[in-house]
Each structure stands twice: as structure tokens, then as C-alpha cells.
């Protein structure tokens, strides 16, 4: 099966500083990629995605990159708030196929 | 509020007993999953229904067994679990299956069912 796996499973940032959450994925096939937030008793929150013919892609205080040469992808949190406070997964898709997710990065905003 | 709603939240169960996990989802999709989220572990999938059609069962045992009486409810039957079952189950949907273009894929989860088997 693929493999989808993040560099650092905890991180930690001050509170009005820049985020960056990594990911690896191992299938150059997987053309869709999915960013999700789960805080603690509920469950993943879809954020922002991308696509494999994109290599950036922006929200609201969130920027997803993506780098096919590598098969690196990452989510930039712009002025971290203590609300961003979670667990963030990555999921990767090819086509006609099912997600697979990472194991998650914790995400701990310092007030 | 993420329009899908599961129940219960906390289930305790023994070896022997069977109990059912529910979900219900408002938003109108067409497709209905099950996931299980087990500490450091990456999300698995269990079970896939499209139109209330199984489209997808990723070899997880029979003690498990989901129903989908319609497009908006999904049931997860459980009956001889073991201890290694313990973990927090998902549901989620989706406006269409897999198949059914990228951004219709995007899934939608409910704050899941956290069970501990004895």
C-alpha cells in the first residue's frame, strides 16, 4: 500500500508566528492531496486542497505547496492563533482510488 | 457544526456484547464512510457505501458489520470485538463515491464514536 508520513509528528510555534507542516508521500500517481485539522473530541476538519497539475494553492491564512519532484507537500499557517491548535493530517488520492492519510503532526500554539 | 452526527460519543462494550454505532448525516451527499482512528496511526478505512451500494470493504473481520438503510444513515453493528478494536471510529461523507471527480471527493467527518472493549 502507499505510505503517506509527516518529518515531525509534534511541533511547536509562538502564537503570531508562521506555521509549516511537512509531508511525504511516496506515490508519484497521487494527484489529489487534502489537508485536514482535527482538534481534540472531534473529528477531521477539511482545510484546503490541491492538485497535482498546481503547486500552490491559498486560503484564508493557509497556503498548501506542493512539489511533485520530491513528493513533498506542506501547509504554511499564516499568523498562528491559538486556535490552530491540532492535529494535522495529510491525505493523497490517484485516481479512482481511496484516500491515505498520515499519521497526523500536533500542532501546539505557545500563547 | 459539520453536518454529520454520530452516536454515541463514548461506547464501553464487553467481548460479548453487541452493540451498534450510528451516523446520520444532513448535507445531503450520496456517499458514507467508516474509518478507524487507532493513537499513531494513520486513518483506515473500513467501509465504503455509494448510494447505499457497499463499494468498498478493506478486509475487516466480520465482528464488524455496517448497514445503510438509506443515503443519509450508516450503522456500524459490532459483536465479539476484542480488546485491539478499542479506538475512535468515523464516519464521514462525501457528495459522491470515490469515483466521482476530485472535488466531490472531499469528506466530511463526524466527532466519532470513541469505543473501549473490556
Not at chain 2, 49 to 71: D, G, L, M
Amino acid at each position: 500500500g502507499e505510505s503517506v508520513g509527516l518529518h515531525l509528528p509534534t511541533l511547536s510555534v509562538q502564537e503570531g508566528d508562521n506555521s509549516i507542516i511537512n509531508c511525504a508521500y511516496s506515490n508519484s500517481a497521487s494527484d489529489y492531496f487534502i489537508w485536514y485539522k482535527q482538534e481534540s473530541g472531534k473529528g477531521p476538519q477539511f482545510i484546503i486542497d490541491i492538485r497535482s497539475n498546481m503547486d500552490k494553492r491559498q486560503g484564508q491564512r493557509v497556503t498548501v505547496l506542493l512539489n511533485k519532484t520530491v513528493k513533498h507537500l506542506s501547509l504554511q499557517i499564516a499568523a498562528t492563533q491559538p486556535g490552530d491548535s491540532a492535529v494535522y493530517f495529510c491525505a493523497e488520492m490517484y485516481t479512482g482510488n481511496q484516500f491515505y492519510f498520515g499519521t497526523g503532526t500536533s500542532l501546539t500554539v505557545i500563547p | 457544526e459539520t453536518g454529520v452526527t454520530q452516536t454515541p460519543r463514548h461506547l464501553v462494550m464487553g467481548m460479548t456484547n453487541k452493540k451498534s454505532l450510528k451516523c446520520e448525516q444532513h448535507l445531503g451527499h450520496n456517499a458514507m464512510y467508516w474509518y478507524k482512528q487507532s493513537a499513531k496511526k494513520p486513518l483506515e478505512l473500513m467501509f465504503v457505501y455509494n448510494f447505499k451500494e457497499q463499494t468498498e470493504n478493506n478486509s475487516v473481520p466480520s465482528r464488524f458489520s455496517p448497514e445503510c438503510p438509506n443515503s443519509s444513515h450508516l450503522f456500524l453493528h459490532l459483536h465479539t470485538l476484542q480488546p485491539e478494536d478499542s479506538a475512535l471510529y468515523l464516519c464521514a461523507s462525501s457528495p459522491e463515491g470515490l469515483a466521482g471527480g476530485l472535488a466531490k471527493n472531499i469528506q466530511y467527518f463526524g466527532a466519532g464514536t470513541r469505543l473501549s472493549v473490556l
